[in-house]
Structures are given as C-alpha cells and as structure tokens.
C-alpha cells in the first residue's frame, strides 16, 4: 500500500513540473508575439527619415562670456524630402535625442573644453524633448529650422574640431527603436575664439642711417645696422593673433631679392640696402593679402596689447665700383593676420 502511494507522489510531481515548464515556454511565445506587434505600430509611407545639415559657419568665441552665457548662436536648416510616417496609436508621441552627451538642462557637451550647446529643432525648444501628433500620420517637412546655441559652461574654453555625429534623432515613444527622423552634421564644425585686430601706430617711418663712408664698410661690405620697428596697438579679443609681414620695394615691386635698389633720384653707385628682422635677412615679394605669400614671414603672436617688429637696415656694396652720393631707398609693408 505505501509502495503505491509513493508511486503516486512521484507521478503528480513529475506532472506538476510538467505544467510548470509549459507554462513558461507559453509567456515567452507571448511576450515574443507582444513586442513584434509594438515594433510595427509605425509604417514609412513616403520620403526618407534622413536630413542632411546646412553648412555654416561658428564666429569667433570670446572668452569672456559669463559662465553659462550665450557663446554664440547660429541657425541654419537641415533638408531632405517630404516625410510621412503613419502610427497606428492615436496621438503617436516622438523623443527629440541627440548623439552628442547629455549633460542636463538641456545642453548637449561639444567635447571641447568648457562648451556645450542648445539644440531647437523646428523651434520645437531645446532638446530632449516629447511631442505628440494630432493625428496617426507624422508629416515631416523637407526643410526644417535648426537653431543651436553655444553656451559657457567652464571657466576656460578652447577652440577646435567637433567631429561630425547625429545633431538630433526622433524616435517613436509607442514603437522604441523607430525612427522617425534623423539629423547628420555633414562636415566637422571648426570653433575658434575670438582674437585681437591690430593697428599700426607709425604708419609712415623714416629710417636715418646718416653719412656714411667707405671705411664705414666691414670686411663683408656691410655697415652697421641702424635699427627701427613696426609698432603695433592690438584691442578686443582673447586669444591670440599671428602677426605675419611682407616688405614690398617700392621702386621695384616684382624685387624678391634680399638686395633693395636705391630709388631712381639717388647720386650714389655700387650699393645697395638690407632689411633686418629677427630670424636674418628680409626677402621682398609682392604687396598681397592673406599667408603663405612670397617674402612674407610670420614675425610671431600677440594678445591683445602693444607688440611691436623689431627690424634694422644697412647699407651693402655691390661689385664693381662704388661713388659717393646720396643713397636713398623705400620699402612699403603688408601686415596680415591669422
């Protein structure tokens, strides 16, 4: 009699665990079933989720913003194609993100030191955000309005390169991973901080190397420099600036010489003149705006302040005879910044 009681225990047992695995294989099927049915709650009617960001440019920055103060603002637009999206969930509502981090308050951080930013899309306001449709279909237009706002957020900042990433992605909050559209920076954005403008204090200098004689020359035919500079009044700004110069003969202005001719009304014969800057001899070129041009080198960076060129000129002979007379000479000077 116990033999089969026992025997029975064990069948019941043996059934109960039976139920007990059919069941959870059941409520995995039905979970599996559930979420497949809230993936597609959203269907791509027309266009494209993709938009493609307008360039732009960032102005300088100037340091001295208070923290958590306005930078700069820049807007722009980001383009694609007629969109429409149809949820079948009434009032179908999309979260604004972006892939940049989220630090709080809205702001999103640029990696760079002490800068963060305002996304608005659609001036929707400031991401993240939740909106909601009035109706199933979402109709995305295939312009829209970004507007994004650098922000202190640091007592220092610095400029650079922010790498290009997804300003801003809206994704279903009834269908989580369905995107409803997407934002791409296309290029790298480049930040620089605001510098000084410079101007000259003597525009116009004379240069006195007096009388000179033939002894007064060295064993290299040189004489002795007499030295003068440029000097500079630099406002505004708090970074620095890179001061580059070109000296440009006036009476010969395709000269890319180191040797300056003496002007057509001088007496003199069989020499010649040298500008000095801090690195050696100058080499003229052309009167040209911007860098890399010919004869032009940078002299060095200032800040805001006086900075001044320090130069020198002399006299040099040339071969052949030498004659006594007066020995004058012009340069003019191109200043550029970068």
């Known amino acids: 009699m ?48 993709g938009r493609i960001l307008a360039p732009f440019t960032i102005p300088p920055l100037d340091s001295r913003t208070p923290i958590n103060g306005v930078l700069a603002t820049v807007n722009t637009t980001a383009s694609g194609t007629l969109t429409k999206i149809d949820c079948t969930t009434p009032s179908p509502k999309a979260s604004f ?25 659609s001036d929707a306001g400031n991401m993240p955000f939740v909106i909601s449709s009035s109706g199933n279909v979402w109709t995305i237009q295939p312009t829209q309005n970004i507007r994004i706002q650098f922000i202190k957020t640091g007592p220092t900042i610095e400029g650079g390169t922010v790498a290009p990433k997804i300003l801003s992605r809206a994704t279903s909050v009834e269908s989580p991973g369905f995107i409803l559209q997407e934002v791409y920076m296309p290029t790298p954005w480049t930040v620089t901080l605001l510098r000084p403008t410079c101007q000259v204090n003597t525009p116009n200098i004379s240069v006195d190397l007096g009388e000179v004689s033939i002894i007064d020359f060295n064993t290299l035919g040189r004489t002795q420099p007499v030295d003068f500079s440029i000097d500079l009044d630099c406002t505004g700004g708090t970074d620095t600036t890179n001061v580059y110069v070109t000296m ?34 100058v080499t003229f070129g052309p009167d040209l705006s911007g860098t890399g041009n010919p004869g032009q080198w940078l002299d060095g960076d200032t800040a805001a302040g006086s900075y001044s060129i320090p130069l020198s000129v002399n006299y040099v002979r ?21």
């Not at 993100?97 to 899309?121: C, K, P, R």
């Not at 009476?251 to 002007?263: F, M």
């Open 248 to 281: 440009t003969d006036a009476s010969n202005p395709g000269n890319t010489t180191s040797l300056l001719g003496l002007t057509p009304g001088s007496d003199a014969q069989g020499i010649a003149l040298e500008v000095n800057n801090r690195n050696g001899q």
């Open 97 to 121: 993100e972006s892939d940049f981090s989220y630090i709080g308050n809205q702001l999103y951080a640029t990696d760079l030191l002490g800068i963060s930013m305002h996304i608005n899309v």
């Open 318 to 338: 040339l071969p052949g005879p030498i004659k006594g007379g007066t020995a004058n000479s012009g340069v003019t000077y191109t200043l550029n910044y970068d």
């Open 2 to 49: 116990s033999n089969i009681i026992s025997e029975n225990t064990d069948t019941q047992r043996a059934w109960i665990k039976t139920i007990k695995y059919i069941a959870l294989i059941a409520t995995a099927i039905s979970l599996g079933t559930s979420g497949s049915k809230a993936l597609a709650n959203c269907t791509l009617l027309e266009g494209s989720t």
